[in-house]
């Protein structure tokens, strides 16, 4: 217990008020900063620090000996300040409540207040400390930093029209490549002197099935860009890797990549959304099948593994023959706009890990031992 100071020169009463006449054997504590008011086991003001004393305009008669239930939480029930004492003399727990004070000039604080036993030589808790601290500036301070939130999404919404464009670009490359490489093919296949009808059904309805995925694309990263909520689905990693493998299979075998695939048994079924997961594997392929290309050999192969990860979450793994991760690259590959190949608009990794973090998971890369890179992402299991 803080010993007590000689009380301090009565205030000077205010115009119209007669001085308060100061009261004998009760002084307040030396505490600067919070308020503090030391009670006794029934909730008598036994003392108090001069910051309470110039937060309020109680007289000192007002105070001393009175029930602090009224003077610290007049707006509160009588009944919840007694249940809150006699927690804080019983020691079970942290006490602590948010209160209005009245210091009776017309003004109300709000006040979150602690409550402390403080035990004596014996072991017996006979009085309570009460530390407050003035919140009202917190307030204010939290009301405007979410004003400013909302005008900054604001800015961000109008700001994502240009990455939403940028996005789409780089998403929908692929699909509309497909549409026009299907079309092309039927074309000349009924220019030709005899036209095959189940070629050209063929390749027609593959090029309906990207336009339905290109169409399918633009409303999930139209959605996820403009952090729309949408319900997550129930599906196996598996067929998403297959349906992945079906849509840069072409484009690997062109270039002479083998893709090998090589998925954990009895994988349970994860959750999210399974355009935009085929979607992060397919960047990912690409980008694979690119770095191989640009290291100016002929052939190379890709290995893509799927496996259980203790922390309930199903880990996907695409590890290339290409030249690795420099040092820089892998500094800066997941951020925005950052790109090393020509024409490229650098925002494929970035919307992968985004991605997966929005499902709760994770994209990272490392050096593969074999010399290439490995990209690893996880996807949490359904629950």
Request: with cysteine; proline share 6%; glycine share 10%.
């Amino acid at each position: 217990m803080i010993a007590p100071r000689k009380r301090s020169p009565p205030r000077k009463a205010s115009p119209g008020k007669p001085p308060r006449p100061a009261p004998k054997g009760k002084k307040p504590v030396p505490v600067r900063g919070a308020l503090v008011v030391v009670l006794d086991a029934k909730g008598h003001v036994l003392r108090w620090n001069e910051a309470f004393e110039a937060a309020c305009d109680y007289g000192l008669e007002e105070i001393s000996g009175k029930s602090a239930g009224t003077i610290l939480m007049p707006a509160e029930d009588p009944d919840k300040f007694a249940g809150l004492l006699d927690q804080a003399l019983s020691g079970k727990g942290d006490v602590s409540i948010e209160a209005l004070l009245n210091p009776g000039d017309g003004t109300r604080r709000s006040i979150l207040w602690s409550l402390f036993g403080c035990r004596d030589a014996k072991g017996a808790t006979r009085q309570v400390i009460c530390a407050g601290i003035d919140v009202a500036n917190e307030h204010h301070a939290r009301e405007v930093a979410e004003q400013r939130q909302q005008e900054l999404l604001h800015m961000y919404r109008l700001h994502s029209a240009g990455g939403l464009a940028a996005a789409m670009a780089h998403e929908l490359g692929q699909p509309l490549a497909a549409v026009v490489s299907y079309c092309e093919a039927s074309l000349q296949e009924l220019r030709s002197e005899r036209p095959n009808p189940e070629k050209q059904n063929r390749n027609l309805g593959r090029a309906v099935v990207e336009a339905h995925r290109a169409a399918k694309l633009i409303r999930e990263l139209r959605g996820f860009i403009l952090k729309r909520q949408a319900d997550s689905e129930r599906f196996e990693m598996e067929s998403v890797v297959a349906a992945a493998l079906n849509l840069v299979g072409p484009q690997a075998r062109a270039r002479g990549v083998r893709i090998e695939t090589r998925t954990e048994k009895g994988l349970p079924p994860v959750k999210g959304r399974v355009v935009q997961i085929e979607q992060l594997l397919v960047n990912l392929l690409n980008n694979a099948i690119d770095s191989i290309s640009a290291s100016g050999s002929k052939s190379g192969s890709i290995t893509i593994r799927t496996q259980r990860d203790p922390s309930g979450v199903v880990q996907v793994s695409i590890e290339d023959s290409g030249p690795g991760l420099d040092t820089e690259i892998a500094r800066r590959m997941f951020e925005p706009f950052f790109t090393t190949k020509a024409g490229g608009l650098g925002i494929g990794l970035m919307i992968a890990r985004s991605i997966a973090e929005a499902h709760g998971g994770r994209l990272w890369a490392e050096q593969a031992r074999s010399g290439g890179a490995v990209f690893h992402f996880s996807v949490p299991f359904w629950s």
